[in-house]
């Protein structure tokens, strides 16, 4: 199935640089008999997802590399303009002005990615060089971006698209914004993944940059398989959702997502403000299980296979993307 699959994102993939041929384009004959692209969507309907997240994953490197030539671009040009080389320049615009790493800084970057105390003093150097060399890498970065509209950067590079996926939204569901937004972006998620906490400021920033011209909605998709406290967060998340505390409270397991037992969970409710009875109630009931079961279900119905997933107006968006990232796709709704 795996070959099939590779075979059949070449097809498409080179089809997509001319515009498809649809469903009725035929991929083969068989004895006088022809199978076409729509004979495969119908014998696997999950095999567009599948080959849209290989065609994002390709557009992701190319971007990627794109981003670096850019970046190597316009401050190779910022240098010749200020009589510089390029490495003169980071130096001054970027490497001077880089706060060093701390001690502090070590041992809460050890702590949350699990680290013991034996560990950490075997590593504490490595570690704090790899902290260092990631802020010089983002401060390099944020520098350059500064660079690209005095140097005219566009890009034409445009994210690959699917069929737009109706993502059902009820009142139960976690929201910000209004219900009338022309947008709305669904995010399923994990309370114990690393990349969905990395992501998780997202809503913060959707909420700040478009009020309630966007809605903002959550639900859970917690990968049991290998996050054995995920499942519970999720219904504990749904329980301060009843008492209109579920940001507080998402924002509070996302901080401490390596600390999520039940008795944990019960603490972080005291923690920002709640009701512990209610909370209790309502967890040891396991009032929102069904709930988050069907998130699950809907999830893998709608084509998720990891967190954290979005989808803006329907297009899928996978992965711990950047506000800016989600911005373009937000924009690009908008304007439709």
């Given at each position: 199935m795996k070959k099939i699959i590779f075979v059949l994102a070449a097809v498409l993939l080179?089809?997509?640089?001319?515009?498809?041929?649809?469903?009725?384009?035929?991929?083969?004959?068989?004895?006088?008999?022809?199978?076409?692209?729509?004979?495969l969507e119908a014998k696997y309907p999950d095999l567009e997802k599948q080959l849209f997240r290989m065609e994002e994953n390709?557009?992701?490197?190319?971007?990627?590399?794109?981003?670096?030539?850019?970046?190597?671009?316009?401050?190779?040009?910022?240098?010749?303009?200020?009589?510089?080389?390029?490495?003169?320049?980071?130096?001054?615009?970027?490497?001077?002005?880089?706060?060093?790493?701390?001690?502090?800084?070590?041992?809460?970057?050890?702590?949350?990615?699990?680290?013991?105390?034996?560990?950490?003093?075997?590593?504490k150097d490595r570690i704090k060089q790899y902290l260092a060399a990631q802020r010089e890498s983002e401060a390099r970065k944020?520098?350059?971006?500064?660079?690209?509209?005095?140097?005219?950067?566009?890009?034409?590079?445009?994210?690959?698209?699917?069929?737009?996926?109706?993502?059902?939204?009820?009142?139960?569901?976690?929201?910000?914004?209004?219900?009338?937004?022309?947008?709305?972006?669904?995010?399923?998620?994990?309370?114990?993944c690393p990349f969905c906490k990395r992501a998780s400021g997202n809503y913060d920033a959707i909420v700040k940059a478009y009020g309630d011209k966007v809605r903002v909605v959550f639900k859970h998709f917690?990968?049991?398989?290998?996050?054995?406290?995920?499942y519970k967060a999720a219904q504990a998340a749904q329980c301060m959702n009843d008492q209109g505390k579920f940001f507080e409270y998402h924002d509070k397991l996302f901080a401490n997502n390596t600390a999520l037992t039940e008795a944990d969970l019960t603490k972080y409710v005291t923690e920002i403000g709640g009701d512990v009875k209610k909370f209790t109630d309502c967890f040891k009931a396991e009032k929102y299980k069904a709930l988050v079961d069907k998130d699950m279900a809907d999830g893998q119905k709608y084509g998720v296979s990891g967190a954290p997933t979005y989808f803006v107006n329907g297009n899928m968006v996978v992965g711990a993307v950047s506000f800016d990232e989600l911005k373009q796709a937000i924009d690009s709704a908008m304007n439709e």
């Open positions: 080179v089809a997509s640089c001319g515009g498809k041929k649809g469903s009725k384009e035929v991929l083969a004959v068989v004895d006088g008999d022809k199978i076409t692209l729509g004979d390709m557009f992701r490197y190319k971007e990627m590399y794109l981003n670096d030539m850019i970046d190597n671009k316009v401050i190779e040009l910022e240098a010749k303009k200020t009589k510089k080389n390029a490495a003169e320049l980071i130096a001054q615009e970027v490497a001077s002005k880089i706060k060093p790493v701390t001690d502090e800084e070590v041992v809460a970057f050890g702590k949350e990615k699990g680290v013991t105390p034996d560990q950490m003093k075997k590593f944020a520098y350059a971006k500064t660079l690209r509209d005095k140097y005219k950067v566009t890009l034409k590079m445009h994210k690959p698209k699917t069929k737009v996926t109706e993502v059902k939204v009820s009142d139960d569901d976690a929201q910000k914004g209004s219900k009338s937004a022309k947008v709305t972006v669904v995010e399923f998620s994990d309370f114990q917690p990968l049991v398989q290998i996050h054995e406290s995920a």
